[in-house]
């Protein structure tokens, strides 16, 4: 797992460098060009956003690589998931306020699973970010953690505009993204949080599920095992 890794930030950084160096070298050539040159300037763009799309490419396989190296070989430690959960939607407040979006949290207090603090941070904030992309002004993302007998459950729910019944099935797909295309025709984003969420909430012996809200909206929910109890030194 370490070695993929390694690789994923080496081979990200072996072509980094170049894409930065074609971006760098356009500048002069954006500006030396007649006003009046249109198959030129138009030349320049398509470079620019093809660069642009290529950088895009570069991170999403490094994600790739890092969600495969961490579900090869998941940390097992300890976590304490509400104060985890707590302390990322706090960072996130600001984010979603900027968007009119506000976050409500229901977690109840001192819930520990077996998983890695960097695994289940990248899966929350996949998650939240869908939210507040999909959020309507003033609306409300909840986040709840909470135990049912020996599980855990987190969700994290939005008021968007949910979901169509023939996309549900794809949301887990690789590259799969339900942003609209934009004019280089990229996506707002990668399409992989989902697919990094579910292959990672499985590593560690967890389950995740989709669904459309009946009020309105849309909803993730993941179901972890609940980490065994500690004994005491004299049990």
Known sequence: ?????????????????????????????????APADARGRRAVEMIDRSVARLD??????????QAIALSVDPPRQRLDLSTLVGQLVEDYRDAALLRQVSIALVCKPGIIVLAGEDLLESVVENLLDNAIDFSPPQGVIEVRVESVGRRVLLSVSDQGPGVSAEQLPRLFTRYYTQ?????DGGHGNSGLGLWIVKRSIESIGGTVAVENRAQGGFSVKIDLPLAPVERGRNS
Do not use: C, M, W, Y
């Not at 080496?10 to 050539?29: D, G, R, Y």
């Not at 942003?179 to 004019?183: E, F």
């Open 56 to 65: 895009e490419l570069v991170g999403a396989t490094r994600r790739i690589d």
């Open 1 to 33: 797992a370490l070695a993929i890794r390694d690789a994923a930030e080496e081979n990200a950084h072996a072509f980094k460098t170049p894409i930065a160096v074609i971006a760098q070298s356009l500048e002069p050539l954006r500006h030396s060009l």
């Open 179 to 183: 942003r609209p295309q934009t004019s």
